[in-house]
């Protein structure tokens, strides 16, 4: 793990292997540790960067909401410091929503895009009422009513009942959340900007995939990325739920593979 001050907070992040640098942001409420079996097989031959973001895992927290494009800019700040002009960005779920909010700031430093098990449009009005509660519950509970309630919207039924080991894995990212980190990012979700009319201008190589269970992100949500964003590849991923990557790692890390080495990344 490697630590770098940007602004008014510390960020941890874990930089493996020599080659192509591929950044990769986790979800929420999760942390870097989401990408390790994906770091494992990439950085053979990749460079692979992937932080943990302001308010996760072993990040500092900060105050108010941790906005969307606030994380965004630290990911841009963060390969500064590693000297990465341009990189493949890839985000899952609130990875996602910080993947098209740099693409929309820093399109440039974009060389390919990874969308998984995400959106581009913004919360409702109610969305934005259960953040607001959820961030509360986090504040005054602790995080492990959120993990609880989340687990069974997170992964299949058939991952809930029968791999322990994915369910204490996904658990335990959760529960060592720090609620106020989590509090801040639910807000910043919230503001989340409407990323809908991006699309039509991304013009970097795009990697959709989803989960076909993705109960948070459902596949339709990857069909209309799909659609607006011209010559992207959308994989629909057979018997995984919101946590794609976890649930079916061979076949996510195959079709990653694949995708980078056309995509000349
Ligand atoms: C995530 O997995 O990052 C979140 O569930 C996304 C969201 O709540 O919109």
Redesign the pocket.
């Known amino acids: 793990m490697s630590l770098v001050r940007i602004d008014d907070i510390q960020v941890a992040y874990t930089d493996a292997g020599v080659g192509r640098p591929v950044v990769l942001i ?5 942390n870097r540790s989401l990408w390790n079996e994906q770091v494992a097989v990439l950085s053979s031959s990749y460079r692979v960067i992937t932080p943990d973001l302001r308010g996760f895992g072993e990040t500092d927290s900060s105050q108010g909401p941790a906005t969307m494009s606030r994380m965004a800019d630290d990911v841009a700040r963060l390969m500064d410091h590693l000297g990465i002009a341009q990189a493949v960005i890839g985000g ?6 910080v993947a098209l909010a740099f693409y929309k700031q820093f399109p440039s430093r974009v060389r390919a895009l990874v969308l998984a ?3 581009a449009s913004a ?1 409702t009005e109610e ?1 934005k009422q259960t ?1 607001a509660q959820q961030a509360q519950k986090a504040l005054s509970e602790g995080m492990a009513g959120i993990a609880d309630a ?1 687990l069974p ?2 992964l299949t039924p058939e991952t809930v009942s029968k791999r322990p080991e994915v369910v204490k894995r996904v658990r335990d990212m959760m529960l060592k959340t720090k609620p106020e980190g989590a509090a801040a990012a ?1 807000l910043g ?1 919230a503001e989340r900007e409407d990323q809908t009319s991006l699309l039509p201008a991304i013009t970097s190589p795009t990697l959709i995939l989803v989960g076909a269970e993705d109960a ?2 459902p596949v339709g949500d990857s069909e209309k990325m799909h659609n607006a964003i011209a010559g992207s590849r959308l994989v629909v991923i057979e018997n995984a739920g ?2 794609s990557n976890l649930e079916r790692t061979d076949e996510f890390n195959q079709n990653l593979v694949d995708f980078l080495r056309n995509a000349g990344a």
């Open positions: 986790h979800g929420y409420p999760f899952l779920s609130m990875g996602g929503y098990d995400t959106r919360d969305a953040r989340m919207k997170l639910l979700m948070i992100t919101h946590v």
